[in-house]
């Protein structure tokens, strides 16, 4: 969810040799950071030994209040989320009111996905473990971006019209709307929905106070941050984006401080002071491969595997097992990392759209741990790779733009007639007409997806969503008919940068 499109990693210089850097050097490394990667707010906890040997902010929450950021500052940590929903099904599991290997139509009947064979078969583990079968982020759009009016129940519906691209269990392809089903599955077998489950089995054992399952449901909102994006190339607060029907999958509001507690739980077999939340035995079915990710190179960490566990990726570094998970928003994103043999945590939040920025943070701190000389100048590595990213995206963006530009300078229009109603099974209509002399997609479902329509070339027009901060506008590719009539509509993003949530790729619009 949530931009895990990322550019991912820092280092303020190279360090000598040391158990850990010192609370001084990770200031100036997080300074750095922030100024390098136009990153407003950043907060930090690292835990070694059972013991929280940093926690601290750095920045403001907001460009609009210019407040501080402390350890105690309420980030959305989005698809870290998902750990919490894995533990949570295993709780069930220890009270014996489910498997890892149940089939989820035991609990939601009117489960289906587009193969019959694999509505039988799916099971808890399948909700988890991002196998479905499903491409990247299938069917986001029904929470993505907010304003749509879509329901769990539509979501859980509709997942039998998402055409899978894959075989069954035989590729990795990272999914939310399965951890909404997971959600669902806590909440009919426990009989409380998930957000309570997270409150009542989690954060209330954990001594956590301020964090909450969603941000809606937090209490005080005194000390929370503002997402921040580019609009036309200025860096402002925007609106914060999420749907409360996907909790499950990335809801949860919290700070450094608070999932310290829940990053020592981790360390500590599952244990939470004097309260054994789950078993040690759950914690190693969590953090057990169950997925294998593709990996192209050992890299700087020579690393040898990687795969999903439970809510989890999983990998080596240095020869050392690395638990861990992004979580993106629109405007915020945060990282996790655990090596547990180190007994070593890492927690590092932004309020802005840098994977960069927490990678670099998080692999200095870590090479720190790791011993031998550091890698690399992480922020000066991720700052030459987001350059490039940007320079690809920006020449793809001034392309269309050009093209739009010379179009409406008098090339010929198409002949063919879009304007109409057009239909998708799982996402439904949307109309393009004429609005003020100007053509104009309107979703009906999804309110923010509306936005004027240029002529690109052949059959392709190009939609500007309205709302500028989505970072999203896309291709119309129509296909017509024997008369030369348009039939239908395919869409694709035009950067590279688009969120995978905006999915775009799984749109199959006929016209009614």
């Excluded at 029904?142 to 129940?153: A, I, L, V, Y």
């Excluded at 925007?238 to 999932?259: F, P, T």
């Excluded at 020579?302 to 999903?308: G, L």
């Excluded at 969503?465 to 017509?480: I, K």
């Amino acid at each position: 969810m949530k931009r895990a499109f990322l550019v991912l990693c820092t280092l303020a210089m190279v360090l000598p040799v040391r158990a850990q850097l010192s609370s001084a050097e990770i200031d100036a490394l997080v300074n750095r950071t922030l100024k390098t990667f136009d990153v407003p707010g950043i907060a930090v906890c690292v835990i070694k030994d059972k013991k929280i040997v940093h926690a601290k902010g750095y920045g403001v929450r907001s460009l609009n209040t210019r407040q501080p950021v402390d350890e105690n500052t309420l980030f959305g940590i989005a698809s870290n989320s998902k750990a919490f929903t894995a533990a949570a099904l295993g709780m069930l599991k220890e009270e014996g009111k489910l498997t890892w290997d149940s089939k989820v139509t035991d609990f939601i009947p009117e489960f289906k996905m587009y193969d019959p064979y694999v509505t039988a078969e799916f099971t808890i583990r399948d909700l988890l473990t991002h196998r479905s079968g499903l491409g990247l982020g299938a069917g986001d759009l029904m929470f993505w971006p907010d304003e749509n009016n879509f329901t769990k129940e539509d979501i859980i519906h509709n997942l039998r019209y998402l055409k899978p691209v894959s075989s069954f269990r035989s590729k990795y392809d990272y999914d939310n709307l399965l951890y909404i089903v997971a959600g669902e599955v806590v909440k009919r077998v426990s009989g409380m929905p998930w957000e309570e489950f997270i409150r009542k089995r989690f954060f209330e054992p954990m001594g956590i106070r301020t964090a909450a399952p969603s941000f809606a449901l937090l209490k005080d909102k005194s000390n929370v941050i503002d997402p921040h994006f580019y609009v036309d190339g200025k860096l402002q607060v925007i609106r914060r984006d999420w749907s409360e029907n996907a909790n499950s999958a990335g809801g949860i509001y919290a700070s450094v401080s608070d999932m310290s507690k829940w990053m020592l739980t981790l360390l500590n077999g599952g244990k939470s002071g004097d309260k054994q939340l789950f078993s040690p035995g759950t914690l190693r079915e969590l953090w057990s491969p169950q997925t294998l990710l593709p990996l192209s190179s050992p890299g700087p960490y020579n690393t040898q595997f990687a795969a999903y566990g439970l809510g989890w990726v999983l990998n080596d570094v240095k020869g050392h097992k690395q638990v861990s998970h992004t979580g993106g928003l629109a405007g915020i994103v945060t990282q996790t990392i655990i090596i547990p043999d180190l007994d070593l945590a890492i927690l590092v939040y932004t309020n802005q759209q840098s994977g960069a920025a927490f990678n670099a943070i998080s692999n200095t701190i870590k090479d720190a741990y790791l011993g031998g000389k550091a890698n690399e100048d992480w922020v000066e590595f991720y700052r030459n790779r987001v350059s490039a990213a940007k320079k690809e995206a920006d020449e793809i963006l001034a392309k269309a733009d050009e093209e739009v530009r010379k179009n409406a300078s008098g090339v010929k229009a198409p002949s063919f007639e879009v304007k109409g109603v057009y239909a998708d099974p799982w996402f439904g209509e949307v109309e393009i007409a004429e609005k003020g002399g100007q053509l104009w997609f309107t979703s009906k479902r999804s309110a923010r997806l509306n936005g004027p329509m240029y002529y690109y070339k052949g059959n392709t027009y190009i939609v500007r969503w309205t709302d500028r901060s989505m970072d999203a506008d896309a291709y119309l590719v129509f296909s017509l008919d024997t008369e030369g009539a348009a039939r239908g509509i395919k869409v694709s993003a035009i950067s590279p940068l688009t969120d995978f949530s905006f999915d775009f790729q799984d749109l199959d619009l006929r016209k009614k």
